[in-house]
C-alpha cells in the first residue's frame, strides 16, 4: 500500500478548502429563514361584581368551565381563549379572559361570551387588510375596534393611557 506524498495531500486540503469557499453569483431571498408569523391579536375581558369591583373569575362565582365562546357567524366554538391564571396575583391580566384572534378575513367579527348563568355578552372588532411594503410580509391584518356590542364596559387604563383590547365588564 502506497502513502501519499505531503505535497499531494497539501494540494488536495487546499482544492478542497478552495471549493467549499467559492462564491455564488446568486443573490440569497432575504427572507430565506425568516419566520413571518406574526402572534395572534388578543382581547382581554376583566368581569367584576359590580359595586364591590370583585373578580369573578378570580373568586369562584365564574368557572373556566362554565365559559362558552361561539363565532356568531358560523355558530362554531372558538377554542383559542383562556382564562389567564399564570403570572403575577394582582396584575391587570391575572383573571381575565383572554381571546386569540387570527382572523385574516376583513370586516367585523363578532364571538359570544357565555359567563356561566350570570350573563351572555357579544364581543366585537374589526379586521383590515394592510399593505406593509415589506417583501416578507407583504400584507398584515391588523385588528381594532374592540367592544362589547351589548353590554356597558370600560377599557383598562395603564399608565395613564387606555388599553383598547383590554375590557371590563360589571355585572
Partial sequence: MKHCNRPTLLL?????????????????NPCDGLLNESPPATAYLKV?????GENLLTNGSIKES???V??????TAHK????????????????TIQLMLFDTKEGQHDYLIQLSNLQRTTIQYTVTR??????????AFPISN???????????????KELLNFLIIEL
Avoid at 48 to 52: F, P
Avoid at 70 to 75: G, I, L, M, P
Avoid at 130 to 139: A, D, F, H, W
Fill in 70 to 75: 361561539v363565532e356568531k357567524t358560523t355558530n
Fill in 80 to 95: 383559542n381563549w383562556k382564562v389567564v391564571k399564570s403570572g403575577v396575583v394582582g396584575s391587570s391580566y391575572y383573571g
Fill in 146 to 160: 374592540i367592544k362589547l356590542t351589548d353590554h356597558p364596559f370600560s377599557y383598562m387604563t395603564e399608565q395613564g
Fill in 130 to 139: 394592510r399593505e406593509t411594503g415589506s417583501p416578507c410580509k407583504p400584507v
Fill in 48 to 52: 367584576l361584581a359590580k359595586g364591590t
Fill in 12 to 28: 488536495i486540503i487546499i482544492l478542497l478548502i478552495h471549493a467549499g469557499c467559492r462564491k455564488t453569483d446568486q443573490v440569497s
Fill in 66 to 68: 362554565d365559559i362558552v
